[in-house]
């Protein structure tokens, strides 16, 4: 049966534009868990897999509905992975986007350019009810390397830093169309839009 309302476990305003826009034709309103006053959950995964899990199933159980949930960040490998699930906080508890920026800049000072490779990942997860033993889980990837200083003023996160030599320019100097047809979180979004296909049957 498809449902007529998701909740997003999240209350990036961005991000639910994002997933209003993709889910649009299929007829289902998305709405943030603060509408519901979900308080986030705990991320206690040690993997982006695990934590979006917790996150859609904390919100299913809270509201009664589907939930979808993201988790993603950057992994860098010459630091062997990091700053990986800890991506929004690398810097500390009261971490910033500009914090953060300067510490991984910090620590990649001594590492080269042909070195300074690293990727963003998205992993989506969307679950029907809070016990549902199969939730859809999607995965997009986005390679890059890591700049010396940051360029662009758009985006957010290490957008300014992380640079696709692809494009050639960094995630921050790209208009936000550019942005989703090459990003992670683009590309998960489009292999969830494939799977709600077959679970949901496709939009009119």
Not at 104 to 116: G, H, K, S, Y
Request: aromatic letters at 8%; charged letters at 20%; hydrophobic letters at 40%.
């Amino acid at each position: 049966m498809k449902p007529s309302k998701i909740v997003l476990a999240s209350s990036n305003a961005g991000k639910l534009k994002e997933f209003c826009d993709m889910l649009a034709d299929f007829q289902i309103e998305v709405v943030p868990q603060s509408q519901f006053n979900v308080i986030d959950a705990e991320e206690t995964g040690l993997s982006f897999v695990e934590n979006a899990i917790i996150k859609a199933r904390h919100a299913c159980q809270q509201t009664g509905l589907p939930a979808l949930a993201d988790d993603s960040g950057l992994e860098v490998d010459a630091l062997n992975g990091a700053p990986g699930i800890y991506s929004a906080r690398y810097s500390g508890p009261n971490s910033s986007d500009l914090s953060n920026v300067d510490k991984l800049l910090m620590d990649l000072q001594a590492i080269p350019e042909p070195l300074r490779t690293g990727r963003y990942q998205c992993v989506l997860v969307f679950m029907r009810h809070a016990l549902d033993p199969t939730p859809l889980i999607c995965q997009g990837s986005w390679e890059g390397k890591l700049l010396f200083e940051p360029k662009g003023q758009g985006g957010f996160g290490y957008d300014p830093i992380f640079y696709c030599p692809k494009l050639g320019l960094t995630a921050a100097e790209m208009s936000a169309e550019t942005k989703h047809s090459v990003s992670h979180r683009g590309l998960a979004m489009n292999v969830l839009v494939s799977q709600l296909n077959r679970w949901l049957g496709a939009p009119a």
